[in-house]
């Protein structure tokens, strides 16, 4: 079936199940490389596979020509946990300056909306796409993200660090998207026909360097341990059983390592088939979940014209070294930190070099 955001509006119980199944490769279509994905093939593998009763959901991220990227995530939690908004406000929809694939895809709203997510996607040097990464990285405001952006004026740092000592923040900071769950399927080729008999990439030199007894992982699934334990950590649910790893095209070129190569190699489809057929029973046991609270479906984002103006008087104000009394970069010019930045600075290191 095909997913009816106005579901959203219905009570749980009323509501069809819905399943966002998401392709994390970072190749595009069409053009370089001109190849489509594996990851992209078996999203919508799954999707025909998966109950034709239930909504279903997809999204490829991979770098479609000319389309925005996913910005990455500013690190506000860093600042104040009060700081980083729910859903993220750092980008806005629309923001030509800035344009944002996450607000474009509408991807916090389609996270909200389903009760389980399948993440599809290759290991690229022992880690997760970047664009996965990306994407998990801008999710960390369904962590304890704080849903009421007026309370900080949009992004005032000097009130989100009072909000987050407050009696208040307590009740408004909580786990946005708990109790769905998450499947993960990532696939590797173990270097493809790159390593030597010696199970050290053929090309090295130094060949001393690269101890194969000591690469990362004897199972690849951890490559993708990060985005698993974000999930866990925000209180969505990924079963061990639904995390997973398969290899493809082992020993072969990339260049006949491709989709259409992929999909003759049954041992592999049979163990994706079996994963898909897996995550089916569990997420269609465990039923659907009840929204949050504070929901990203529906949310208007707010205009915020005078919190930005405001914010361009602050950013003018530390460049010349006059930070807010009493805020943390003020303590830092007490105590002498950070003074490479502003513009203040700069002058003073030209004065210094001048005097050399």
């Known amino acids: 079936m095909k997913p009816d955001d106005t579901n959203g509006d219905r009570p749980t119980a009323e509501r069809p199940f819905r399943v966002l199944i998401i392709a994390g490769s970072n190749r595009r279509q069409y053009n370089c490389p001109g190849v489509d994905s594996k990851a992209r093939t078996l999203m919508l593998r799954m999707a025909e596979r998966l109950p034709q009763a239930w909504e279903i959901d997809y999204e490829d991220l991979g770098n479609i020509f000319a389309r925005a990227r996913i910005q990455s995530c500013n690190a506000c939690a860093s600042t104040s946990m009060a700081l980083c908004v729910w859903p993220y406000n750092c980008y806005q929809p629309g923001d030509k300056n800035e344009p944002d694939l996450m607000w474009d895809l509408r991807l916090y709203e389609r996270l909200d909306l389903a009760d389980a997510w399948a993440i599809i996607g290759p290991v690229n040097w022992y880690g997760p796409t970047s664009n996965l990464k990306l994407m998990f990285d801008r999710l960390v405001c369904m962590s304890g993200g704080n849903p009421r952006e007026e309370l900080i004026s949009h992004k005032d740092p000097e009130k989100a660090m009072a909000l987050e000592t407050s009696p ?189």
């Open 168 to 356: 208040q923040w307590a009740e408004l900071s909580r786990n946005h998207l708990e109790g769905r769950t998450a499947g993960f399927f990532c696939y590797s080729d173990k270097g493809a026909d790159e390593i030597g008999g010696d199970g050290r990439p053929r090309l090295l030199r130094h060949k001393g360097w690269f101890d194969p007894e000591r690469e990362p992982y004897a199972d690849e699934r951890n490559a993708y341990a990060p985005l698993v334990w974000q999930c866990r950590y925000s209180g969505i649910e990924v079963p061990e059983t639904l995390w997973r790893n398969a290899l493809t095209g082992v020993g072969l070129p990339y260049s006949e390592n491709q989709a259409e190569d992929m999909v003759r190699e049954d041992p592999f489809m049979a163990a994706f088939d079996g994963w898909t057929d897996d995550f089916s029973a569990f997420v269609g046991a465990k039923g659907k979940v009840e929204p949050g609270e504070f929901r990203a479906y529906g949310h208007p984002a707010p205009g915020h014209r005078l919190a930005d103006a405001k914010s361009k008087i602050r950013e003018w104000r530390m460049a010349l070294g006059r930070p807010p009394p009493g805020s943390s970069p003020a303590e830092q010019q007490r105590l002498g930190l950070n003074q490479d930045s502003g513009w203040t600075a700069t002058q003073s290191e030209g004065e210094k070099l001048r005097r050399t």
